[in-house]
């Protein structure tokens, strides 16, 4: 009978079904819901194949990685697979899971699996698509409630509802699925081709900024009254100005930034130059900080709330976040003051993701990094924050670099000289 509203165990079946289809628990359709053989699985060819859950993957079985087993004639008949047979997993976390056995050599099925069968009033192909959509996880989520380990009986698979139609209705649902899939299949594979070449664009677009032609029409009609070296070097001349002026009456040396070699560098538009980040970093600050390690910063001083410590797993693809940070009281915070971000800062991976950046924003800012990240402050009237992230981001030379001076024995990393 059709109905407007339906219970199965506390979950409501609302929706009134179409003329012609009635509800019907899974003992009522299925001709058998039987357990699965118990057996230990076999690495050499000595009987037929044992498919257990973990052969089960994205909805697919390689049935040559599938192990044996060794089984008397009547056990051998009694779990033997064949085509349009279902298997359910009864337990674990694919709990809920099935797979409609399709083409498939001698094979029996391993005791945590269910088999359902069916006579030919139902299509197979039918249940099995019941069996991936919402109104039979709602099913599945209630049954499992209540136990430690994850699991569905062969009761409360018999007790599932399902919607049947008429046995002609159900072909032409399956052969319209099927269809809709194909479609959306096409769909996926053109986005798969779009990213792509959405990527190819990207980094040709990076490409053309960091070396200058994306913006030469503009250059021709705005020509700079400073060159780029001829800032650099004032730069430069401040700096050490501030630091002598810092070390009056002291007998120390001025160290001058290292030199670059452009050796293999690619060669600029004219107005532009190469720089290292400690050239065009922040003439007050000390350019690269990495965070603080060993006995500074410690687990004992984490807490539940309070100023986020910022670690590598924060540093996502996407930019950062405070999903994984951890938290330090305020007190803790200021005796590391000096590892403070400021809005503007960059943050660079230095160990395990290395040379994933990103710009710390006004929500981040006041948060402490912790070792696995590099702190980067930059002269903003060099160089200004964004287009250095896009360059990193996006540079054939940062990339080459990168894996150049990468040193890690276990994991790659980078250190603040390099």
Same mark, same amino acid.
């Given at each position: 009978?059709?109905?407007?509203?339906?219970?199965?165990?506390?979950?409501?079946?609302?929706?009134?079904?179409?003329?012609?289809?009635?509800?019907?628990?899974?003992?009522?359709?299925?001709?058998?819901?039987?357990?699965?053989?118990?057996?230990?699985?076999?690495?050499?060819?000595?009987?037929?194949?044992?498919?257990?859950?973990?052969?089960?993957?994205?909805?697919?079985?390689?049935?040559?990685?599938?192990?044996?087993?060794?089984?008397?004639?009547?056990?051998?008949?009694?779990?033997?697979?064949?085509?349009?047979?279902?298997?359910?997993?009864?337990?674990?976390?694919?709990?809920?899971?099935?797979?409609?056995?399709?083409?498939?050599?001698?094979?029996?099925?391993?005791?945590?699996?269910?088999?359902?069968?069916?006579?030919?009033?139902?299509?197979?192909?039918?249940?099995?698509?019941?069996?991936?959509?919402?109104?039979?996880?709602?099913?599945?989520?209630?049954?499992?409630?209540?136990?430690?380990?994850?699991?569905?009986?062969?009761?409360?698979?018999?007790?599932?509802? !399902? *919607? &049947?139609?008429? #046995?002609?209705?159900?072909?032409?649902?399956?052969?319209?699925? /099927?269809?809709? %899939?194909?479609?959306?299949?096409?769909?996926?594979?053109?986005?798969?081709?779009?990213?792509?070449?959405?990527?190819?664009?990207?980094?040709?677009?990076?490409?053309?900024?960091?070396?200058?032609?994306?913006?030469?029409?503009?250059?021709?009609?705005?020509?700079?009254?400073?060159?780029?070296?001829?800032?650099?070097?004032?730069?430069?001349?401040?700096?050490?100005?501030?630091?002598?002026?810092?070390?009056?009456?002291?007998?120390?040396?001025?160290?001058?930034?290292?030199?670059?070699?452009?050796?293999?560098?690619?060669?600029?538009?004219?107005?532009?130059?190469?720089?290292?980040?400690?050239?065009?970093?922040?003439?007050?600050?000390?350019?690269?900080?990495?965070?603080?390690?060993?006995?500074?910063?410690?687990?004992?001083?984490?807490?539940?709330?309070? !100023? *986020? &410590?910022?670690? #590598?797993?924060?540093?996502?693809?996407?930019?950062?976040?405070? /999903?994984?940070? %951890?938290?330090?009281?305020?007190?803790?915070?200021?005796?590391?003051?000096?590892?403070?971000?400021?809005?503007?800062?960059?943050?660079?991976?230095?160990?395990?993701?290395?040379?994933?950046?990103?710009?710390?924003?006004?929500?981040?800012?006041?948060?402490?990094?912790?070792?696995?990240?590099m702190r980067l402050r930059l002269e903003t009237m060099a160089i200004d924050s964004d287009y250095f992230i896009e360059y990193v981001r996006g540079s054939k030379s940062v990339v080459e670099y990168i894996k150049e001076v990468n040193h890690g024995?276990?994991?790659?990393?980078?250190?603040?000289?390099?």
């Open positions: 009978p059709t109905t407007t509203e339906r219970e199965v165990g506390s979950v409501s079946m609302e929706n009134e079904l179409p003329e012609g289809w009635c509800w019907a628990s899974m003992e009522k359709i299925a001709t058998t819901i039987q357990y699965g053989y118990t057996e230990s699985a076999k690495d050499k060819p000595v009987g037929p194949k044992f498919l257990r859950i973990t052969d089960i993957q994205d909805g697919q079985v390689n049935w040559d990685s599938v192990p044996f087993c060794i089984c008397s004639e009547e056990e051998h008949s009694k779990y033997l697979l064949q085509p349009g047979d279902i298997v359910f997993a009864r337990t674990g976390a694919t709990t809920g899971k099935s797979y409609l056995i399709r083409d498939c050599p001698d094979a029996v099925f391993a005791s945590y699996l269910i088999r359902l069968r069916f006579e030919n009033l139902i299509n197979r192909r039918y249940i099995s698509m019941f069996l991936n959509s919402p109104l039979y996880w709602s099913q599945i989520m209630v049954a499992r409630q209540g136990s430690a380990q994850p699991g569905v009986n062969a009761t409360n698979l018999a007790a599932l509802q !399902v *919607p &049947v139609p008429p #046995i002609t209705e159900q072909h032409r649902i399956v052969d319209a699925i /099927e269809q809709q %899939f194909s479609r959306l299949d096409v769909a996926v594979t053109s986005l798969q081709h779009a990213r792509i070449k959405l990527k190819r664009q990207r980094a040709a677009i990076l490409k053309a900024a960091v070396e200058g032609t994306l913006t030469a029409d503009w250059r021709t009609q705005y020509p700079a009254s400073e060159t780029a070296e001829q800032l650099l070097q004032r730069i430069l001349n401040e700096r050490r100005a501030k630091w002598e002026a810092e070390q009056l009456g002291k007998k120390k040396v001025y160290k001058e930034p290292e030199p670059l070699d452009t050796t293999n560098l690619p060669e600029l538009p004219e107005g532009w130059c190469w720089a290292t980040v400690e050239q065009v970093g922040n003439i007050n600050e000390q350019v690269v900080l990495t965070g603080p390690f060993g006995s500074n910063l410690g687990r004992e001083d984490f807490i539940d709330s309070g !100023v *986020p &410590v910022l670690t #590598i797993g924060c540093l996502t693809e996407h930019g950062l976040s405070l /999903e994984k940070a %951890f938290y330090i009281s305020e007190e803790k915070a200021s005796e590391l003051d000096r590892y403070k971000l400021r809005e503007g800062d960059i943050l660079f991976s230095r160990m395990a993701s290395v040379g994933r950046a990103d710009i710390v924003s006004a929500n981040v800012a006041g948060a402490i990094i912790n070792y696995h990240l024995v276990t994991r790659d990393g980078i250190n603040t000289n390099q």
